[in-house]
């Protein structure tokens, strides 16, 4: 059995403003194996790394961030709504995160959201860059758009996909594969445990969000799931690490 890596929900986002590169780099010092990121285009279309349509909520800035170009935007503090030790922080572009990123033993999950009339927009400009930094085999594109993911997935196979979805789906091994992705990204109270371990035997790869609580983090790790997409990666590599100590000791 593969061990569960651990990815950062919008980075280290239960201690740093969510969506930013210090919440990036204290995910990366928490030895999680990866972040999960929210990726949208601005007014003059760069892939810019924000979760709301919005700015009110994270910036200091306000109206739709597709209403912005990249230097409105970057002139906004994406982290003194959440203490002023954060102020200095901007939004990120997504080239910005590849660029440090792509020197690190680090996954980066691109959740794509933005406008469904954008979608082929979208892909045209995040594949080529995907590209560019050759990060094929370290960059996982999910998204509730998931004719967007079949899109991603017939101009760029050679990148994973991984559908998002709130609902218990029927019969999602099927859906997943007809959407001819390999991740199934899933609300952690969608699925039971039997459901979950049926889903890992037909090869999925099962990654519950958002999963803070111990036990429910304990429990996907044992199930065998593939990842955990959390909002404090140290507590839930702490987690990790004993279990796997747990099994050693008692093997031996």
């Known amino acids: 059995m593969n061990q569960t ?18 919440a990036f780099k204290a995910a990366y010092e928490a030895k999680a194996d990866g972040i999960e990121l929210d990726v949208q285009l601005s007014k003059d279309d760069v892939p810019v790394v924000i979760h709301d349509h919005t700015l009110e909520r994270t910036t200091t800035g306000t109206g739709y961030v597709q ?77 509730f758009d998931h004719q967007l993911m079949a899109l991603c997935n017939q101009q760029a196979p050679m990148v994973e996909t991984a559908i998002i979805a709130f609902a218990a789906l029927y019969d999602p091994a099927a859906y997943v594969r007809q959407v001819q992705a390999l991740g199934y990204h899933f609300y952690f109270k969608s699925l039971l445990d039997d459901e979950i371990e049926q889903l890992i035997k037909k090869g999925l790869r099962l990654r519950p969000f958002t999963v803070n609580d111990e036990e429910e983090i304990r429990r996907f790790i044992q199930l065998g799931c593939d990842g955990i997409i959390t909002d404090n990666p ?19």
């Open 5 to 22: 890596q651990i990815f950062a929900h919008r980075g280290f986002s239960s201690s740093y403003p969510e969506n930013t590169m210090a």
């Open 67 to 143: 209403h912005h170009t990249v230097q409105q935007l970057k002139q906004v503090s994406a982290g003194s709504w959440y203490s002023e030790t954060f102020q200095k922080e901007e939004i990120p572009t997504l080239e910005e995160v590849f660029i440090w990123a792509r020197g690190l033993p680090l996954i980066v999950n691109v959740e794509l959201k933005g406008s469904i009339q954008h979608r082929h927009k979208t892909a045209s400009i995040i594949l080529p860059l995907i590209e560019k930094y050759e990060l094929e085999e370290k960059v996982i594109l999910s998204s």
């Open 234 to 252: 140290k507590k839930a590599v702490d987690i990790r690490n004993d279990n796997q100590y747990d099994r050693v000791r008692n093997f031996s």
